[in-house]
């Protein structure tokens, strides 16, 4: 494992010194930079609201439950009192 994060430091230290040699303002690497936190701020944002979406679709199965145990009983009484 150390050596994984050994050479995705070397590659990242690399990667970086052939940017500074293609731009000197460094507009890629706010590019690169502005990018990968974009992509993390979704990653986050989305596995953050994931549980609510689960929270949600327990909630309309239990609402139809709820629906049709209502429809049952609404039949059944309008069935007493028709007669």
Same mark, same amino acid.
């Given at each position: 494992m150390s050596?994984?994060?050994c #050479?995705? @430091?070397k590659i990242k #230290?690399? @990667?970086s010194s052939y940017l500074d040699r293609i731009d000197a303002t460094?507009?890629?690497?706010?590019l690169i930079g502005?990018?990968?936190f974009g992509l993390l701020y979704f990653a986050f944002c989305?596995?953050?609201t994931l549980h609510l979406y689960?929270?949600?679709e327990t909630l309309d199965?239990?609402?139809l439950k709820n629906k049709k145990r209502t429809w049952a009983l609404y039949e059944k009484y309008h069935s007493g009192v028709s007669k």
């Open positions: 050596k994984l994060i #050479s995705i @430091f #230290s690399r @990667f460094g507009r890629i690497k706010e502005f990018v990968l989305y596995l953050y689960r929270y949600d199965e239990l609402s």
